[in-house]
């Protein structure tokens, strides 16, 4: 498969092998990209070194999204690197496990502004930076989940994810004269170790489960196979976009009565 043959991109935000964005570079890779990947911390370094190397890349970038400076050195590193690239995945978002549980209403200061710069306005200063060093035709995505409706215990993120999905629209209305696409997937529950913060992620995945058109929950193979599509020229019409991939489940008007025990 050479869809993505002869191009370059960054991967941010693997944490391990259950990452939704693990399973989006192992698509991009299958599909011929040349990927680099960042990393937060010497932790995360040392999961990060040896799934890249799964991958043939060597270019692996320190980059904490909190810090202006990172993320322009970040992309000042990868020109020295490539002179070029072709799209970004940004796949990063932060809060503080205590306040994913009870009600949003009891969200700190601090945690919001922090969980809202790391989750949604990174997102923002990446896609300005990365414009810098991006051909014609490139393209970002980022991840969301249900922004639309309110999750039990899901809270601040889910503020975050609303306002990621309004700055979406309009980085794409910003970068469309520049020949770049924006686009978000909104994917379902997915167990990664993000997930594993919010309280009752179990019930969600069964509910999902039971509830969604397709009787399952999806999986980081099948985000990264709408990843690539909107990352190739194969999407070269689509931007703006929030791409669902859910097996159906925000099509849900109310749960089927049979499917309830």
């Given at each position: 498969?050479?869809?993505?043959?002869?191009?370059?991109g960054?991967?941010?935000?693997?944490?391990?092998?259950?990452?939704?964005?693990?399973?989006?570079?192992?698509?991009?890779?299958?599909?011929?990209?040349?990927?680099?990947?960042?990393?937060?911390?010497?932790?995360?370094?040392?999961?990060?070194?040896p799934?890249?190397?799964?991958?043939n890349?060597?270019?692996?970038?320190?980059?904490?999204?909190?810090?202006?400076?990172?993320?322009?050195?970040?992309?000042?590193?990868?020109?020295?690197e490539?002179g070029?690239?072709?799209?970004?995945?940004?796949?990063?978002?932060?809060?503080?496990?205590?306040?994913?549980?009870?009600?949003?209403?009891?969200?700190?200061?601090?945690?919001?502004?922090?969980?809202?710069?790391?989750?949604?306005?990174?997102f923002?200063?990446?896609?300005?930076?990365?414009?810098?060093?991006?051909?014609?035709?490139?393209?970002?995505?980022?991840?969301?989940?249900?922004?639309?409706?309110?999750?039990?215990?899901?809270?601040?993120?889910?503020?975050?994810?609303?306002a990621?999905?309004?700055?979406?629209?309009?980085?794409?209305?910003?970068?469309?004269?520049?020949?770049?696409?924006?686009?978000?997937?909104?994917?379902?529950?997915i167990k990664?170790?993000?997930?594993?913060?919010?309280?009752?992620?179990?019930?969600l995945?069964?509910?999902?489960?039971d509830?969604?058109?397709l009787?399952?929950?999806?999986?980081?193979?099948?985000?990264?196979?709408?990843?690539?599509?909107?990352?190739?020229?194969?999407?070269?019409?689509?931007?703006?976009?929030?791409?669902?991939?859910?097996?159906?489940?925000?099509?849900?008007?109310?749960?089927?009565?049979?499917?309830?025990?």
């Open positions: 498969m050479s869809l993505m043959k002869g191009k370059k960054l991967v941010m935000g693997v944490a391990n092998e259950r990452s939704i964005a693990w399973g989006i570079a192992q698509k991009l890779s299958e599909a011929g990209a040349e990927l680099a990947f960042t990393y937060l911390g010497d932790a995360l370094k040392k999961r990060v070194i799934l890249a190397d799964k991958l890349s060597k270019k692996i970038f320190s980059c904490d999204v909190e810090k202006k400076d990172e993320i322009i050195n970040l992309f000042k590193d990868i020109k020295s490539w070029e690239i072709d799209f970004v995945v940004h796949a990063i978002a932060f809060s503080d496990k205590s306040e994913l549980s009870g009600e949003y209403l009891n969200t700190t200061r601090e945690n919001f502004i922090r969980s809202m710069l790391i989750s949604c306005f990174s923002t200063e990446v896609a300005k930076e990365a414009s810098k060093v991006m051909r014609v035709n490139g393209s970002f995505i980022t991840l969301s989940y249900e922004a639309n409706k309110a999750i039990p215990n899901y809270n601040v993120m889910g503020v975050c994810k609303a990621l999905e309004a700055s979406v629209k309009y980085l794409a209305r910003d970068l469309g004269s520049k020949g770049m696409r924006v686009n978000a997937i909104s994917a379902g529950p990664t170790l993000a997930a594993s913060a919010i309280g009752d992620a179990k019930f995945y069964k509910w999902n489960a509830h969604s058109f009787k399952r929950n999806v999986d980081n193979m099948d985000v990264g196979n709408s990843a690539l599509y909107l990352l190739s020229d194969m999407a070269a019409g689509v931007t703006g976009e929030i791409h669902y991939v859910d097996a159906g489940y925000n099509k849900v008007g109310m749960p089927d009565p049979k499917n309830i025990t």
